[in-house]
């Protein structure tokens, strides 16, 4: 088992900062990925970023490229998600979760999930 808990979120100005983290505990050699993904009221929950735990490798969805940075700390295991220039549309409930394979952006790839943490972006 892996425990995921995340923690950062709040509410924040349009244009504003975020950095979200998540600490894993348990068996954290079983998963090779972390990914955060987000879902907003009324919408389906979509993949925001992933990062491979050995190689570091990131991924992004187009629509925060350039202004969310995923990085890691394989000595605290945890992940980070530096959320910058945040805009309304970046709203909603961020959950962070542990992938053993797969793709990283499909859901169904990631094994372990948090709790999440709301972020709000207000104008």
């Known amino acids: 088992q892996v425990q995921l808990v995340e923690s950062g979120g709040g509410l924040v100005q349009s244009g504003g900062s975020l950095r979200l983290s998540c600490a894993a505990s348990?068996?954290?050699?079983?998963?090779?990925?972390r990914g955060w993904f987000r879902q907003a009221p009324g919408k389906e929950r979509e993949f925001v970023a992933a990062?491979?735990?050995?190689?570091?490798?990131?991924y992004y969805t187009d629509s925060v490229k350039g202004r969310f940075t995923i990085s890691r700390d394989i000595t605290k295991n945890t992940v980070y998600l530096q959320m910058n220039s945040l805009k309304l549309e970046d709203t909603g409930v961020y959950y962070c979760?542990?992938?053993?394979?797969?793709?990283?952006?499909?859901?169904?790839?990631?094994?372990?999930w948090g709790q999440g943490t709301q972020v709000t972006v207000s104008s």
């Open positions: 348990g068996r954290t050699f079983s998963y090779w990925g």
């Open positions: 990062v491979m735990w050995r190689s570091g490798s990131a």
């Open positions: 979760a542990a992938m053993s394979g797969g793709t990283y952006s499909d859901p169904d790839s990631y094994t372990y």
